[in-house]
């Protein structure tokens, strides 16, 4: 009988990490009313962070800091404000500084997407994307890094996989990301030498997230024992929580200029023509398979 798959665990950040390594830090969350930047952004706070989140629909984002604050006993303020108007930005930053007065973690995390072929796509509809998603993290990148310099903290920027390979229905997506990712990489040189780190984390299929219910019919695919991805299933918030935490913490100090997908080495698979992970596992039960044709 072939072996079982290895399926990696689920754990949080807390049970591996010390409670109170961010304390007396400050988070400002791009994105942070929902999703993958809202589950970041309560991790941080899990420990000792407090946090500002940024997003354009401030009734949202007044309901998530209560939740936040309530589940982590830090304090989060909502910030409304659109990545693509810097000044609101820096009112944002403002308020930030008027209530906790440091900024030490940025997480860029606003975006948008939708699936849309080139043809079908409007050059309004391009544009929006690009100006959300790249220019929405370099105008966040210049509110805060004053800030950023004067506590010598760090940015995460949230980018993705899909542009690695030509995806589909996603070129405004892959365009901006791909330029998230090059924008990190400067700014990680540039600002290195005064003490500022800069990465990337790119996630691959999160379940439960709006990304994947908007991008794919198949919403929350199976947690436990999923074929596809080589760590044996697909990917959970706490998955994308604790990369940020350990990017932040001074376990990541010498981790500038990367770009790390959290993916379960989705990305590297390639379709196999083998019964994969059978093949791998058990290489006896596909022996026939595998002998040379004449
Ligand atoms: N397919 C094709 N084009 C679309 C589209 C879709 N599903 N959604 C928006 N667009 C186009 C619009 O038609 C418009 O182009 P046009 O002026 O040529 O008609 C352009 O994109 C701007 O759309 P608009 O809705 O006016 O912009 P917005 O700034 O209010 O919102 C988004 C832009 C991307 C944020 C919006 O589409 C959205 O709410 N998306 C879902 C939320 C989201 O993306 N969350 C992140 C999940 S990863």
């Not at 830090?74 to 820096?90: E, G, H, S």
């Amino acid at each position: 009988m072939s072996p079982e798959p290895f399926v990696a665990i689920v754990t949080d950040s807390t049970d591996v990490f010390k409670p109170e390594i961010f304390k007396g830090k400050v988070l400002f969350c791009t994105g942070g009313g929902s999703g993958i930047c809202k589950s970041m952004t309560e991790a941080v706070m899990r420990h000792g962070a407090n946090a500002v989140i940024v997003g354009r629909k401030l009734d949202r984002l007044t309901q998530t800091s209560k939740e936040l604050s309530e589940a982590t006993g830090q304090t989060c303020i909502p910030a409304q404000a659109d990545v693509r108007q810097p000044q609101q930005l820096k009112d944002a930053v403002a308020k930030t500084i008027e209530k906790f007065g440091r900024i030490d973690f940025v997480i860029c995390g606003a975006a948008g997407n939708f699936l849309a072929s080139i043809d079908g796509m409007s050059e309004n509809a391009f544009k929006t994307v690009i100006e959300i998603d790249t220019l929405g993290t370099f105008n966040t990148v210049k509110a805060t890094l004053p800030h950023i310099r004067a506590s010598k903290g760090s940015y995460i920027h949230v980018s993705a996989t899909l542009h690695y390979k030509g995806t589909p229905y996603q070129v405004h997506v892959s365009a901006a990301k791909a330029g998230v990712d090059a924008l990190s990489n400067v700014l990680a040189v540039e600002e290195g030498p005064r003490g500022v780190r800069s990465n990337v984390i790119a996630p691959g299929p999160i379940g439960g997230t709006e990304g994947m219910s908007r991008l794919s019919n198949q919403t929350v695919r199976k947690e436990d024992g999923d074929s596809r991805y080589p760590l044996g299933r697909m990917g959970h918030l706490k998955d994308v929580a604790n990369a940020t935490v350990f990017l932040f913490s001074n376990a990541a100090s010498y981790v500038t200029g990367q770009i790390i997908p959290i993916d379960g080495g989705v990305e590297h698979m390639r379709t196999f023509q083998l019964p994969y992970p059978r093949a791998v596992l058990d290489p006896e039960s596909v022996k026939e398979m595998i002998k040379p044709r004449l």
